[in-house]
């Protein structure tokens, strides 16, 4: 499973884009990136899910350039409760084995 | 549905105790999973289960044990606990073995003394 790396943390302000790099530099073939957002006190929960180009959903952005060795969460207009630790995985789809590694995260942090 | 469930939430044990963390999920999910979470730190995984059955070691597996008799239920035990085992404990599933939409029950925070 490939490594990722992601900056330890990250400060933004109310209403602005945030947008977070993942790095993945040996990612496989059938490697799929996902990332995850957690609260203090809660598990781990899927945010958004891509495996090239640009992904989009009502929570997330997740773009991913043609040699797909990182990739990049955008969180638009964040707010308050967008303060969180937010883990980028690659891992195979659909393969034999769903385990995900998790790194330390990026502890993004959202003042008023 | 309920989702994923945990029990307990909060538990402290005396060094070489033993007890059982309870993992439940009723949306027929094939595959399940255990994780610890130490401070400051991302997740581990300690043990998984493609299948009832089936199970096998992720990356932490010492000192625990798992069984799955059922789809439903995953539960992992401590043998003999120890204070490296101090955590906060994730159970968690998804449809098939390789999807990576994985679902998160609420930990279950466990103090070894």
């Known amino acids: 499973l490939a490594k990722t790396t992601q900056p330890i943390s990250m400060d933004s302000y109310e209403g602005q884009e945030v947008n977070i790099t993942c790095s993945h530099n040996n990612i496989a073939t059938n490697d799929y990136i996902t990332w995850y957002q957690q609260f203090p006190s809660q598990g781990p929960r899927f945010i958004i899910q891509g495996y090239k180009t640009k992904v989009t959903n009502e929570v997330a952005s997740l773009f991913i350039p043609a040699d797909r060795k990182s990739s990049t969460l955008s969180l638009p207009r964040v707010s308050l409760s967008d303060t969180a630790v937010y883990y980028c995985?690659?891992?195979?789809?659909?393969?034999?084995?769903?385990?995900?590694?998790f790194g330390k995260g990026t502890k993004l942090s959202v003042k008023p | 549905n309920a989702g994923v469930t945990q029990t307990p939430k909060f538990q402290v044990l005396k060094t070489g105790q033993s007890m059982t963390l309870q993992c439940a999920q009723d949306m027929n999910h094939e595959y399940m999973s255990w994780y610890r979470q130490d401070p400051g730190m991302g997740l581990r995984l300690i043990h998984y289960s493609v299948g009832a059955g089936i199970t096998d070691q992720g990356e932490v597996p010492n000192g625990y044990n798992v069984s799955r008799s059922t789809t439903e239920d995953f539960p992992l035990r401590l043998l003999s606990a120890a204070p490296s085992q101090t955590s906060v404990y994730f159970c968690?599933?998804?449809?098939?073995?390789?999807?990576?939409?994985?679902?998160f029950g609420p930990g279950t925070r466990l103090t070894v003394l």
């Open positions: 995985l690659v891992g195979g789809y659909g393969g034999s084995q769903g385990n995900l590694i």
């Open positions: 968690a599933s998804s449809y098939y073995t390789g999807n990576n939409e994985q679902f």
